[in-house]
């Protein structure tokens, strides 16, 4: 069973560019979310995706925006990059939100790691 | 708001036991989580406890959870060198999303043979 896939794993972009990166969840899983990784805040959520419907968002700026397609597919955009954006971009995906059970635990990917010159 | 802390960094001998600690303050927390992440990798599901539980055993983790304190470790018995990485403990709310996660700092664990 393929694992959660992320790409690009990484890039180098310029400061003010955009940047697209996407995620394809585990065969089954419906739900995404969306995590970043700096040295400086450590692991901060972003959003989570669930039936194309953005669920829970984090405290991140306006420029951070994401989305869900039909076949569970998510993609998230940063627009007008700052050099604080430079962070691993973490993927997870799990069943579906609201069940009680902890066996439906996030799987994460391997990560985006973007780099802002 | 929810806060996690952990220890940054524990140095063991291969054949050792490792304890990693974590502290939390969300009294809601209902999943507590450790994740292991290699380096260049994503993070990896070591093992989760319910919060009405006080102590779980998966081969050579044993987690063990204080509710009072909000005191949450990991054991790891016979540690060996690819046991070396970065260890997260994460609490999920009952309030909050389902997949919201907050995370610890992140304990390094250097296993010296």
């Known amino acids: 069973k393929a694992g959660v896939t992320q790409t690009p794993r990484y890039l180098i972009k310029t400061r003010g560019q955009q940047v697209t990166l996407s995620c394809s969840p585990i065969?089954?899983?419906?739900?995404v979310s969306w995590y970043q990784q700096t040295p400086g805040q450590g692991l901060q959520f972003l959003f989570e995706y669930f039936s194309e419907t953005q669920r829970n968002k984090g405290n991140f700026p306006g420029r951070f925006s994401g989305r869900q397609f039909s076949n569970s597919r998510s993609e998230m955009n940063v627009s007008t990059l700052e050099l604080g954006d430079s962070a691993l971009y973490l993927c997870?995906?799990?069943?579906?939100?609201?069940?009680?059970?902890?066996?439906?635990?996030?799987?994460f990917g391997a990560g985006s790691r973007l780099t802002v010159l | 708001g929810e806060d996690v802390e952990q220890s940054l960094f524990l140095s063991v001998r291969e054949g050792d036991s490792s304890v990693i600690n974590c502290t939390y303050t969300d009294s809601s927390s209902t999943y507590l989580y450790w994740y292991k992440q290699e380096p260049g990798a994503g993070l990896q599901l070591l093992t989760y406890i319910f919060s009405n539980m006080d102590m779980k055993q998966d081969q050579r983790l044993t987690v063990l959870l204080n509710k009072k304190d909000k005191h949450l470790s990991l054991r790891i018995a016979d540690t060996q060198t690819g046991d070396s990485a970065i260890y997260f403990c994460?609490?999920?709310?009952?309030?909050?999303?389902?997949?919201?996660?907050?995370f610890g700092t992140g304990t390094r664990l250097l296993v010296s043979p």
């Open positions: 994460a609490e999920r709310g009952e309030n909050t999303g389902f997949q919201k996660l907050v």
């Open positions: 065969s089954g899983h419906r739900s």
């Open positions: 997870a995906s799990s069943l579906a939100p609201g069940l009680t059970s902890g066996a439906n635990v996030l799987t």
